[in-house]
């Protein structure tokens, strides 16, 4: 009875009401048999009567209102049926969609392999017939080949040679000039009095064309501060230094120079 009254409220609004009829009836009835009590007894059924329909009215709202949750929830219930059948629609059209391009992917690709298939063919036809024609032109240019190489031997030595002979010519420029540029910082050296004969450091020195010292920094130190101040002042102090004549080409071998200077060295 409970669950066909909440399918359907209506039915218990009903029944409410017929109760609170007969309720108001027995009211009205019990009245009329007691005479000796009439003031009292209609001034109790009159407030009876108005809280049964204060009552009644109550109980009528607040059927309404379920009445109107159920109503209200039974439209959401139908809205979100509705989304999610059009949200499967949309799934079932993307599973669709998605099954014939993947039909047309592979549909695709065995295209492509077959295209493949068909041009790897005939690169190993042409290959083959191009394979044929270079053993017989092959055949053809080894004798002029072999004398062409011998004569190319001959000149390569040849220019090995020459190339060897401008390099140890270069080197040895550049072995002179580093050592006239040593010299010559080393007598521009002022030593520090008892520095240790091991003490060793390196200068990087930026030259420019005319052999003038733009800059001096120290590369490696030797550990003794007083020993490293030294050795730079004698480079600043020995500028110009000594450089090969331009034409020779070595300027950009000295531009940035690496000079290490040792205690134990005599200028």
Excluded: C
Excluded at 53 to 66: D, H, M, P, T
Excluded at 161 to 171: H, I, P
């Amino acid at each position: 009875m409970l669950e066909i009254f909440k399918k359907n409220p209506r039915f218990l609004v009903g029944a409410i009401v017929v109760h609170i009829f007969f309720i108001v009836l027995f009211g009205v009835g019990f009245h009329f048999k007691s005479k000796q009590r009439a003031s009292t007894s209609a001034q109790k059924t009159v407030e009876v009567q108005m809280i049964d329909e204060r009552q009644v009215k109550k109980e009528l709202a607040k059927l309404k209102k379920q009445d109107d949750r159920e109503v209200k929830r039974k439209k959401e219930l139908e809205k979100k049926r509705k989304a999610d059948a059009k949200k499967q629609k949309l799934e079932k059209e993307k599973r669709l969609a998605e099954q014939k391009k993947e039909k047309q992917r592979i549909a695709l690709l065995e295209k492509k392999a077959k295209e493949k298939k068909r041009k790897e063919k005939e690169a190993r036809e042409r290959k083959a017939k191009e394979e044929q024609e270079d053993r017989v032109r092959k055949e053809k240019e080894l004798k002029e080949k072999m004398l062409a190489e011998a004569a190319i031997m001959k000149k390569e030595q040849e220019a090995a040679a020459l190339r060897q002979a401008e390099l140890k010519k270069r080197q040895t420029i550049i072995d002179k000039y580093m050592n006239l540029i040593e010299l010559k910082v080393y007598q521009h050296w002022i030593k520090p009095p008892a520095i240790s004969k091991g003490l060793e450091s390196e200068l990087r020195v930026k030259l420019i064309p005319t052999g003038e010292v733009i800059d001096v920094q120290l590369s490696k130190s030797s550990g003794d501060a007083v020993y490293d101040k030294s050795v730079q002042a004698a480079v600043k102090s020995a500028s110009p230094l000594p450089l090969p004549p331009a034409e020779e080409g070595l300027f950009d071998t000295f531009r940035d120079l690496r000079l290490p200077m040792r205690a134990d060295k005599k200028s």
